[in-house]
């Protein structure tokens, strides 16, 4: 990804963070995603825990649609994590969504504000990310 975005650093919006940034955030992430899914198991059905997963969830659905198919097609090129986005997220994170609500881990207006707010502050993490990026 950072040999990627330093390729197309003239055609992105702000200039990319670094190797280094990039593959922290994508570990701290990574880590985290781990923490929520384990305490989600461990606490159950309607633990803030599962409210969490559930907002992360939505967040790498959402994350076929912005930016990995967007950029493949402005691009004209292979966007790293496109095919494992479209092959795997997209059928994965839909069905776990829809079976975490069938199944009531997740329910109502809660659930519903979990779906829109954790994206949105993964989204702000991104964007502080790309604005370090931008004056370096």
């Known amino acids: 990804m950072p040999a ?3 390729q197309h650093a ?8 670094g190797a280094g940034v990039i ?3 994508l570990l701290l992430l990574t880590l985290f995603a781990f923490a929520v899914t384990f305490l989600s198991a461990r606490k159950g059905k309607q633990s803030v825990w599962a409210y969490l997963l559930f907002g992360g969830i939505v967040a790498m659905l959402l994350n076929v649609f912005v930016p990995h198919v967007p950029a493949t097609l402005v691009f004209h090129s292979y966007t790293p994590g496109v095919v494992t986005a479209v092959l795997i997220n997209l059928p994965l994170m839909t069905w776990l969504a829809l079976s975490s609500v069938r199944e009531e881990w997740v329910s109502g207006v809660k659930a519903l504000a979990f779906a829109v707010l954790v994206p949105l502050g993964l989204a702000g993490i991104i ?9 370096t």
């Open 4 to 6: 990627w975005a330093a």
């Open 23 to 25: 593959y922290t955030a």
């Open 10 to 17: 003239e055609r992105l919006p702000l200039n990319p963070p």
């Open 127 to 135: 964007a502080a990310l790309f604005a370090i990026g931008s004056r």
